[in-house]
């Protein structure tokens, strides 16, 4: 594992975009497609404005599959994963657009869900997961303690307290109980099995869980400390991110 620091999330969307645009390039001229995973929220905002302003990205190559998404709540509810994958990814990459793409429907049945986009999951290797990281650690949805064992591609899981009031924290919602409770979820193994993992993750109030993933033991507790486990991860950081962690964890 990799951990790179920059001054500003501008910087660090950029440099991550970079990273990330190459590697997809390469899957598409060695095996004629790309296929990724796509993260949410506002850490990732810089990071996908640059990766859609890439030249010679061919989006028509590219097969997208969803992270995350809370069970019940509508498409068109402004916190919605499949909304902001639309608006902010999906749509943005031309008329053509992305070869196929595989939201997580959180208004069906979940566990239906979780084992129709697994077993297409499932068909392919992934070339590369962006991916961040929590308030509280979790990665995707997968609160402390995370399931780190689960064969299962995606999961239906409990959302914990400190979760819900990032999202509020966030202004997706306006108040804890509007959160909702329950979320689909990728699971942790499923995320490494990623041929490369590109964690994007800025802003200084992810400082404790930045440090706690990856100065402290590989843990289900910091659930995001797995990602040093794998042999082909990126973690991009800006300073505030990176605040508390020890000179000698950054690689530079």
Known sequence: MILKVFADKIQLGQAAAEQAAQTIKESIAERGQARIIAA???SQFEFLNALIATPGIDWTKVEMFHLDEYVGLPISHPASFRKYLLERFIQPTGPAGLA???????????REVCRTVGALISAAPIDVAFVGIGENGHLAFNDPPADFETEEPYL?????????????????????DD???????MSVKQILKAREIICIVPD???????????????????????????PNTTVYLDHPGASLLKAETITK
């Open 100 to 110: 196929n793409h595989h939201l997580l429907d959180g208004e069906s049945d979940p």
């Open 156 to 176: 239906v899981v409990t959302l914990d307290e400190a979760c819900r009031r990032q999202q509020v924290g966030e202004g997706w919602f306006a108040g804890l």
């Open 40 to 42: 949410t929220g506002m």
């Open 204 to 230: 200084a109030r992810k400082a404790e869980a930045v440090h706690n993933c990856f100065e402290l033991e590989i843990s289900p507790l910091y659930p995001a400390s797995i990602l040093r486990t794998h």
């Open 179 to 185: 959160v909702p409770k329950q979320a689909i979820s």
